[in-house]
């Protein structure tokens, strides 16, 4: 486990801390979790908006930000998780497991 995962994402997921978290159950991270699974090999937006239980403008929050960090692409009328998304996964479920 590389101790440089929190460091190297925290600055990226700042603004979807502040925005998302407040008002939410669920942490911030757990909805980027489910965002990237559900788009491993393309979804439709809203599928995906249903799948994580998310209204529409918070998760147009969380999807802006992914699509701007490169963990997602728009593919046609899907979203599909990129390389980076997939590395960053990893490293999420890699930290959960580590915590628990």
């Known amino acids: 486990m590389n101790p440089d995962i929190l460091n190297r994402y925290f600055p990226l997921v700042r603004p979807v ?4 978290c407040m008002h939410d159950c669920r942490s911030w991270m757990d909805v980027i979790e489910c965002i990237l699974e559900k788009t491993i090999g393309g979804s439709e937006k809203v599928h995906v908006m249903h799948q994580c239980n998310l209204i529409t403008n ?3 929050v969380y999807l802006d930000f992914l699509l701007s960090e490169g963990f997602i692409r728009e593919v046609e009328q899907s979203i599909e998780t990129t390389e980076k998304g997939l590395s960053f996964l990893k490293d999420y479920r890699n930290l959960k497991r580590v915590i628990k």
């Open 17 to 20: 801390i502040l925005h998302a």
């Open 58 to 60: 918070k998760f147009q």
